[in-house]
Structures are given as C-alpha cells and as structure tokens.
C-alpha cells in the first residue's frame, strides 16, 4: 500500500488556523512535508521532522531555513497542520498541493555509523527514504543514513550560516562513477553533471554511510545541514 508511506493532498488556503487531512486508502503521520502553490508562483515551501515544524527551506533557491510561525506547526498522525500565514502555505481562495513522506514516524536519533554523528536521523527502510540534520567538520567525512543498503539519490543543503545550493547525488549521472558529479536542485545551469571531488569526495555511498567533501555547501566547520537520501525499493 503505497499511500501508507508517501502521499499527495490537494486543498484551498482559507488564511485561518486549519488541518490538512490526508485522504487515500491509508493516513500516516509525514515526516516531510513539500508544499506548492499551484496558482501563482510562490516558492516551493519545505518541512521535516529532523528540523522541526515552523521551519521551512525553499527548493528553488539557494536561501537559508527561516521560521515562520504561521506556516506548518504540526505534523498530525493523518497529516499536518497549518497557521493562518499566506505567501504559500495557506493564502486564502489559492490552490495547493501537498507531498508527504513518511521516513521513521518522528524526528529520530544520533546516527553514529559515519565519522559525523547526525544530530537526528529518522528512516523508513521498508519505502527507501532517510532524512537528516549534521554539523559540518570542513574536513571529508561520512554521514551514516540507516537506509541498510546504498542509496541511489542523495540531496545535502545548508541550512544556516550561509546561503547554499542544494547538491545531488544520483547513482545514474555517470556510467562508471556518479560519486564524482553532482546536479543542483535549484538551478537550470550548468545543465549537466559537474565533476568536483569537494561535494562528494569521489566516494560512492555504501549501505551505511554517504560521503561528503571540503564544500562549504556541504561540510562547512560548524555550520549545519539537512539531507534527505533515497533508496530503491
């Protein structure tokens, strides 16, 4: 039952405090959150557990994680809830949709698999997807997922200190070694898969851990981040 781990809600903003509802076969309580407007083109607004309700990220730019009491404030055992706040979230008469994910049903623990212990990881090994939040070293690392196996797509942002571009990793970029490229998330150019070994380290994930290089981007000394990683199921 596919609808037990991901699932997409469509409603109209009301500008009042309000709970959106999850309506297929089966309700779960999401770990993540991606909400867009499908009637103007405000940004795509992001929420996870690991990170906490009230603070959002946006998909298409390379902005830092804000706090905005009145956008999501709950994730709810049959979907989330919302403030009465508009520019995306909740903007009275406008349409939206809403994609959610289940990872570990909560924020999660410390994974302490790699050579960066996460502040918190949550993970669903049963549909293939692991969220979570780690301070940067400045030096190569690894970040432990809990996935069991090695995952095919991986995406790291920044979320404080500086603004930062959203990094992809996806095991089909290259035929022989995807671990040396990266995409961006946010942006149109450069079109293709850029070979840098500061992102990724050159090192292909394994069933425990992912690998992370030098960028600031992605390893900056005390700053934080957030990443979300995918498995095949």
């Known amino acids: 039952d596919g609808t037990a781990h991901f699932q997409p809600t469509l409603y109209t903003?009301?500008?009042?405090?309000?709970?959106?509802?999850?309506?297929?076969?089966?309700?779960?309580?999401?770990?993540?959150?991606?909400?867009?407007?499908?009637?103007?083109?405000?940004?795509?607004?992001?929420?996870?557990?690991?990170?906490?309700?009230?603070?959002?990220?946006?998909?298409?730019?390379?902005?830092?994680?804000?706090?905005?009491?009145?956008?999501?404030?709950?994730?709810?055992?049959?979907?989330f809830g919302l403030g009465s706040g508009a520019g995306g979230y909740n903007d009275n008469t406008e349409s939206f949709v809403a994609w959610q994910w289940l990872a570990g049903g909560g924020a999660g623990s410390s994974n302490t698999a790699g050579t960066i212990n996460t502040t918190t990881t949550t993970v669903n090994t049963t549909a293939g997807i692991s969220i979570g939040t780690y301070t940067g070293t400045g030096s190569a690392a690894t970040i432990g997922h809990g996935l069991g196996v090695a995952p095919q797509m991986v995406i790291v942002k920044e979320r404080a200190n500086d603004v930062g571009d959203w990094y992809i990793y996806h095991e089909k970029m290259a035929v022989t070694t995807p671990e040396d490229y990266y995409l961006l998330l946010?942006?149109?150019?450069?079109?293709?898969?850029?070979?840098?070994?500061?992102?990724?380290?050159?090192?292909?994930?394994?069933?425990?851990?992912?690998?992370?290089?030098?960028?600031?981007?992605?390893?900056?000394s005390t700053d934080t981040y957030v990443y979300y990683a995918f498995a095949d199921v």
Request: charged share 20%.
């Open 13 to 79: 903003g009301d500008g009042s405090v309000r709970n959106i509802d999850q309506t297929e076969n089966s309700t779960f309580q999401p770990d993540w959150v991606w909400i867009k407007s499908t009637a103007s083109a405000q940004s795509n607004m992001l929420f996870d557990a690991p990170r906490g309700v009230t603070k959002v990220m946006n998909s298409n730019d390379d902005s830092v994680e804000t706090t905005d009491a009145n956008s999501l404030t709950s994730f709810d055992s049959d979907g």
């Open 186 to 220: 946010n942006h149109y150019d450069p079109y293709g898969p850029v070979d840098d070994a500061t992102i990724w380290n050159d090192t292909a994930p394994t069933s425990t851990v992912f690998s992370i290089g030098t960028a600031d981007d992605v390893n900056g």
